[in-house]
């Protein structure tokens, strides 16, 4: 008699625990799902939160197998499912929180509506650092905020996870933007094609030298805390600020008194609550025919993580255990 098939995974066990590898059962597509021979897994500043027990809206209990992204290869897909079959390569935000399995495993099941096809002209690896931060970064600027071409939209904290990504959306849509970050990246952030900003200057300042004092038309923030207060400061009057992070208490004066409207991103809500998750799937399709054209690139750390090595991985997207904070994403290629 043959061997069920196995699959081997990384289990965070307990809060603050290292991060095990074990050999498990290896999961069947279900209804609407398809089958996934994980290339790489993104890793992403919640995934730590999660593993530190910091992140009670991912409602994520351990043990589990964490990882939200992913870019791999089908390998057996639902009857019901049309859009993939086996062989295609294909990346997408697919699980790690709540009840939905993680990517940094061998195997992981997806549900369809989540996946696009990898851009043909980036990595796995590359491929597998997109899906959360650009489906974020689109819901602000595209869904929520309708940018068009010759708005001024400022990107604070334009050279992080989302906000490189948000800036190059922006760009491509024919907005001039505009990115604060430490002088570091600034560089970086000219040769996306940006303005950048020095992240410790006043608003009321560079507000006055780039805007005339009037705003900019659309402030994503993607930091929350002192940075979306700096946003409300920044937008014009009948503009518009959208946050990925305004999770705080916040006096609404500014904003108000410019007639302004503000708008959240919550990009768990639809894996959570399996509600608009085809939406996800229309997101990263766009995303990648902007990859293959050139528009979108993500900013991926150089160093390489294997399965072994995952604690490591969670270390630079810290920073903690003396590891070098990621210049970048970082991915985890899963051999």
């Known amino acids: 008699m043959n061997a069920a098939p196995t699959t081997l995974a990384a289990f965070a066990d307990i809060v603050n625990g290292p991060l095990n590898l074990r050999t498990v059962a290896r999961p069947k597509a279900g209804a609407g799902e398809v089958l996934i021979r994980v290339h790489a897994s993104g890793t992403n500043p919640l995934d730590t939160k ?56 061998q195997h992981v099941v997806a549900d369809a509506r989540l996946l696009a096809h990898k851009p043909t002209n980036l990595t796995m690896r590359e491929a597998a650092v997109l899906p959360l931060v650009t489906i974020t970064a689109w819901e ?116 108000s008194f410019k007639q302004a409207t503000y708008s959240g991103v919550f990009t768990l809500h639809s894996l959570l609550a399996d509600e608009g998750r085809a939406h996800y799937g229309e997101i990263l399709h766009a995303a990648s025919n902007m990859a293959e054209r050139g528009r979108l690139l993500p900013r991926l750390d150089p160093r390489q993580f294997t399965m072994e090595q995952i604690g490591e991985a969670y270390d630079a997207v810290t920073g903690r255990n003396g590891a070098k904070r990621a210049q970048g994403k970082i991915a985890i290629t899963v051999a």
Not at 91 to 98: F, H, P, T
């Open 140 to 255: 602000g600027l595209i869904d929520r905020a309708a940018i068009r071409p010759g708005m001024k939209v400022l990107v604070q904290g334009g050279a992080g996870g989302v906000g490189h990504v948000a800036v190059q959306i922006a760009l491509a849509r024919g907005a001039r933007v505009f990115a604060t970050a430490f002088v570091a990246d600034h560089d970086y952030l000219r040769g996306l094609g940006a303005v950048p900003i020095d992240a410790r200057r006043d608003v009321a300042d560079y507000a006055a030298e780039y805007t005339e004092s009037r705003g900019f038309d659309v402030v994503y923030d993607t930091g929350g805390g002192a940075m979306l207060d700096a946003s409300f400061q920044a937008v014009r009057r009948f503009g518009h600020v959208v946050s990925c992070l305004g999770w705080g208490a916040h006096a609404l004066a500014p904003l």
């Open 50 to 105: 999660i593993l530190a027990g910091e992140a009670a809206h991912a409602c994520r209990p351990l043990p589990a197998v964490l990882g939200m992204d992913v870019a791999g290869v089908v390998q057996e897909v639902d009857p019901g499912v049309t859009a993939f079959a086996a062989g295609d390569e294909v990346y997408g935000l697919i699980g790690g929180v709540g009840s939905l399995p993680g990517t940094q495993a």
